[in-house]
C-alpha cells in the first residue's frame, strides 16, 4: 500500500514538473510573423517608408527593367536641384530620341516651367519631358544619367544602374524592386513630389508652341480611374506606371492608412496583376501591421523624466530618445516582445546612436538618441527643496594691503535627518546584536540537549545488563 501510495506521489511531481516545462517552451518567433500572400509579378515589395521596415518582399534584389518607374528618380533629382519656376526649352534630342513612347507632344523649342514639366514626366509619363528635365538640370542627358548613378548610390541601391531619364529599354538601364523602394522613400520625403504624385488632374496653359492648353490624367488607376474604377484604392496617396513589351508592368504605389506610409513595389507583371496585386498586397500589411510609439512604450531603457529624480539629478537629461519614433509590429505581437541593440553614431552629430529594434527576426525601426541643449549649472549645496539649508556666501577679505577673495561655506545642519540616520543605525546594531546572541544561544540549546540526550543513553545502556541478570536468577 505504501509503495503503491509513493508510486502515485511522484507520478503527480512528474507531471506537475512536465506542466512547468510546457509553459516554458520556446516558440519560433517567425511563427507570430503574419502570413503572406501568392502574388504574380517575379518580384515585389512592401515597405513601410517612416521606418524603413520590410513587410513583403519577393525577389526583392532580383534585376528587372523599370520602364517608366525610372521617372520617380528624374523627378527628386529635379526637385532636389532645380526651381520650380526655371523655364525648360525642349531641345531636338529631347523630341527626336524619344519618339515611338508615351509624351504630351512636345515641339522643338517648346517652354515651360520646370513645375508644368514635371507634371507632364510624373501625370502623363511624358517621355520628352524626362529628357527635357535631365537636360536642363544635368547640363546634358549624359550628366544628369551620372547624377541619378550617384544618387541611387547614395541611397543604398544594390542593384541599380540607369541609362537614361525615362525608362525606355536599355539593356544597361535596370534596377531592382528594393532598390526602387529605397528610391521612392527618398522621394515621398519630398512635400513637392508628394503633391505632385498625388494629383489627379492637372492643366498645362498655353506656350510658345501650343495655343491651346494640354489637359493631364494621372495614368495610376488606384488613385485615378484614368480607364477603370474597379482598381481604385482607399487611401493611395501617388505612385507611377510603367511598361515596355520587355520589361512588362511596373508600378509604384504609395498608400496611407491607420498611421502608416507604405509603397508598394511591383516589377514583370502581366496585366492587370500589377493593379489586383498591388491592391492584395497593401491589404496584407493593413490588415495585419500597425504603427507603435517608442517612448510610449519603452521600459527597458530609462526616460528623462525617470533620471530627473533625487536632489543630483534636477537637471534635464543630455540625451533624449526621439518622441515621434516608431517600429512596426504584427498587431498581435507587443512591445516588450522585441529585440534591441543601442548602435553609437559617429562623433559631432546631434545624433549620437540608435535603438535599432528587430522582432521575429525582422528589423521593424528605430529611434534616434538625440543631444539635448542641456547646460550643466554648478550644484549649490543645501538648495534642495525641504531638506538642505546650505548658504554660500562670499566675503572679501584684505590681507597684506592687497584684495583677495574668499568663498565660505556656511551649512546649516539638518538635525531631523542626521537623527533618523543614527536611529536607524542604532536599531541595526541592536538587531545585530540581538541576533548574535540568538545564534550562540542557539547553539548553546542544542548543546545541552545533544549532551542529556547521551547521557540517557548511558543511563538506559547501564541499567539493561542489571534487569537481564536479575531475571537469570
Same mark, same amino acid.
Given at each position: 500500500?505504501?509503495?503503491?501510495?509513493?508510486?502515485?506521489?511522484?507520478?503527480?511531481?512528474?507531471?506537475? !514538473?512536465?506542466?512547468?516545462?510546457?509553459?516554458?517552451?520556446?516558440?519560433?518567433?517567425?511563427? &507570430?510573423?503574419?502570413?503572406?500572400?501568392?502574388?504574380?509579378?517575379?518580384?515585389a515589395?512592401?515597405?513601410?517608408?517612416?521606418?524603413?521596415?520590410?513587410?513583403?518582399?519577393?525577389?526583392?534584389?532580383?534585376?528587372?527593367?523599370?520602364?517608366?518607374?525610372?521617372?520617380?528618380?528624374?523627378?527628386?533629382?529635379?526637385?532636389?536641384?532645380?526651381?520650380?519656376?526655371?523655364?525648360?526649352?525642349?531641345?531636338?534630342?529631347?523630341?527626336d530620341?524619344?519618339?515611338?513612347?508615351?509624351?504630351?507632344?512636345?515641339? &522643338?523649342?517648346e517652354?515651360?516651367?520646370?513645375?508644368?514639366?514635371?507634371?507632364?514626366?510624373m501625370l502623363?509619363?511624358?517621355?520628352?519631358?524626362?529628357?527635357?528635365?535631365?537636360?536642363?538640370?544635368?547640363?546634358?542627358?549624359?550628366?544628369?544619367?551620372?547624377?541619378?548613378?550617384?544618387?541611387?548610390?547614395?541611397?543604398?541601391?544594390?542593384?541599380?544602374?540607369?541609362?537614361?531619364?525615362?525608362?525606355?529599354q536599355?539593356?544597361?538601364? &535596370?534596377? !531592382?524592386?528594393?532598390?526602387?523602394?529605397?528610391?521612392?522613400?527618398?522621394?515621398?520625403?519630398?512635400?513637392t513630389?508628394?503633391?505632385?504624385?498625388?494629383?489627379?488632374?492637372?492643366?498645362i496653359?498655353?506656350?510658345?508652341?501650343?495655343?491651346?492648353?494640354?489637359?493631364?490624367?494621372?495614368?495610376?488607376?488606384?488613385?485615378?480611374?484614368?480607364?477603370?474604377?474597379? &482598381?481604385?484604392?482607399?487611401?493611395?496617396?501617388?505612385?507611377?506606371?510603367?511598361?515596355?513589351?520587355?520589361?512588362?508592368?511596373?508600378?509604384?504605389?504609395?498608400?496611407?492608412?491607420?498611421?502608416?506610409?507604405?509603397?508598394?513595389?511591383?516589377?514583370?507583371?502581366?496585366?492587370?496583376?500589377?493593379?489586383?496585386?498591388?491592391?492584395?498586397?497593401?491589404?496584407y500589411?493593413?490588415?495585419?501591421?500597425?504603427?507603435?510609439?517608442?517612448?510610449?512604450?519603452?521600459?527597458?531603457?530609462?526616460?528623462?523624466?525617470?533620471?530627473?529624480?533625487?536632489?543630483?539629478?534636477?537637471?534635464?537629461?543630455?540625451?533624449?530618445?526621439?518622441?515621434?519614433?516608431?517600429?512596426?509590429?504584427?498587431?498581435t505581437?507587443?512591445?516588450?516582445?522585441?529585440?534591441?541593440?543601442i548602435?553609437?553614431?559617429?562623433?559631432?552629430?546631434?545624433?549620437?546612436?540608435?535603438?535599432?529594434?528587430?522582432?521575429?527576426?525582422?528589423?521593424?525601426?528605430?529611434?534616434?538618441?538625440?543631444?539635448?541643449?542641456?547646460?550643466?549649472?554648478?550644484?549649490?549645496?543645501?538648495?534642495?527643496?525641504d531638506?538642505?539649508?546650505?548658504?554660500?556666501?562670499?566675503?572679501?577679505?584684505?590681507?597684506?594691503?592687497?584684495?583677495?577673495?574668499?568663498?565660505k561655506?556656511?551649512?546649516?545642519?539638518?538635525?531631523?535627518?542626521?537623527?533618523?540616520?543614527?536611529?536607524?543605525?542604532?536599531?541595526?546594531?541592536?538587531?545585530?546584536?540581538?541576533?548574535?546572541?540568538?545564534?550562540?544561544?542557539?547553539?548553546?540549546?542544542?548543546?545541552?540537549?545533544?549532551?542529556?540526550?547521551?547521557?540517557?543513553?548511558?543511563?538506559?545502556?547501564?541499567?539493561?545488563?542489571?534487569?537481564?541478570?536479575?531475571?537469570?536468577?
Amino acid at each position: 500500500m505504501k509503495y503503491k501510495n509513493k508510486q502515485t506521489l511522484l507520478s503527480l511531481l512528474l507531471g506537475i !514538473c512536465c506542466l512547468l516545462q510546457l509553459g516554458n517552451l520556446h516558440v519560433c518567433a517567425s511563427e &507570430y510573423w503574419p502570413e503572406s500572400p501568392e502574388v504574380e509579378p517575379k518580384s515585389a515589395i512592401v515597405m513601410e517608408l517612416s521606418t524603413g521596415t520590410i513587410l513583403y518582399e519577393k525577389n526583392i534584389t532580383d534585376q528587372h527593367y523599370p520602364a517608366s518607374i525610372t521617372k520617380i528618380m528624374t523627378t527628386l533629382l529635379a526637385l532636389e536641384n532645380a526651381d520650380l519656376n526655371e523655364v525648360i526649352t525642349f531641345s531636338d534630342r529631347a523630341i527626336d530620341e524619344t519618339r515611338g513612347g508615351s509624351g504630351i507632344a512636345r515641339d &522643338y523649342g517648346e517652354q515651360m516651367t520646370m513645375e508644368q514639366t514635371l507634371y507632364g514626366v510624373m501625370l502623363a509619363s511624358g517621355n520628352e519631358c524626362a529628357f527635357a528635365v535631365a537636360e536642363h538640370v544635368g547640363g546634358t542627358m549624359e550628366k544628369f544619367v551620372e547624377m541619378m548613378n550617384e544618387k541611387a548610390a547614395e541611397l543604398g541601391c544594390v542593384n541599380t544602374h540607369f541609362s537614361n531619364p525615362h525608362g525606355l529599354q536599355d539593356e544597361n538601364h &535596370y534596377t !531592382c524592386a528594393y532598390d526602387m523602394a529605397l528610391i521612392a522613400q527618398a522621394a515621398y520625403a519630398n512635400e513637392t513630389f508628394r503633391i505632385i504624385t498625388g494629383t489627379a488632374r492637372y492643366t498645362i496653359p498655353p506656350t510658345n508652341k501650343h495655343e491651346e492648353q494640354t489637359d493631364l490624367q494621372n495614368h495610376n488607376e488606384m488613385l485615378y480611374p484614368f480607364r477603370y474604377n474597379k &482598381y481604385v484604392y482607399e487611401g493611395c496617396t501617388g505612385g507611377k506606371t510603367g511598361y515596355t513589351t520587355t520589361a512588362n508592368s511596373t508600378l509604384v504605389t504609395f498608400a496611407e492608412r491607420d498611421g502608416m506610409t507604405l509603397v508598394c513595389v511591383v516589377m514583370d507583371s502581366q496585366a492587370p496583376a500589377h493593379w489586383t496585386d498591388s491592391r492584395l498586397l497593401f491589404d496584407y500589411a493593413f490588415d495585419n501591421f500597425q504603427m507603435v510609439n517608442i517612448v510610449e512604450n519603452e521600459s527597458r531603457y530609462p526616460s528623462s523624466e525617470n533620471l530627473k529624480k533625487g536632489v543630483l539629478n534636477n537637471q534635464e537629461a543630455f540625451v533624449n530618445i526621439s518622441e515621434t519614433a516608431a517600429i512596426v509590429l504584427p498587431k498581435t505581437a507587443e512591445f516588450a516582445d522585441t529585440k534591441s541593440e543601442i548602435t553609437v553614431a559617429d562623433a559631432g552629430s546631434d545624433v549620437v546612436g540608435s535603438i535599432v529594434y528587430t522582432y521575429a527576426g525582422h528589423p521593424v525601426g528605430k529611434a534616434d538618441i538625440k543631444r539635448t541643449d542641456t547646460v550643466v549649472n554648478e550644484f549649490q549645496f543645501g538648495q534642495a527643496p525641504d531638506t538642505a539649508q546650505t548658504e554660500i556666501g562670499e566675503e572679501e577679505q584684505q590681507t597684506d594691503g592687497t584684495a583677495e577673495e574668499a568663498k565660505k561655506i556656511h551649512i546649516v545642519i539638518d538635525w531631523k535627518v542626521i537623527l533618523i540616520v543614527i536611529g536607524v543605525l542604532a536599531v541595526v546594531i541592536i538587531l545585530g546584536i540581538c541576533l548574535k546572541k540568538f545564534i550562540d544561544n542557539y547553539y548553546i540549546i542544542k548543546h545541552n540537549r545533544e549532551v542529556r540526550k547521551r547521557r540517557k543513553q548511558q543511563i538506559k545502556t547501564m541499567r539493561s545488563p542489571r534487569r537481564r541478570h536479575r531475571r537469570r536468577w
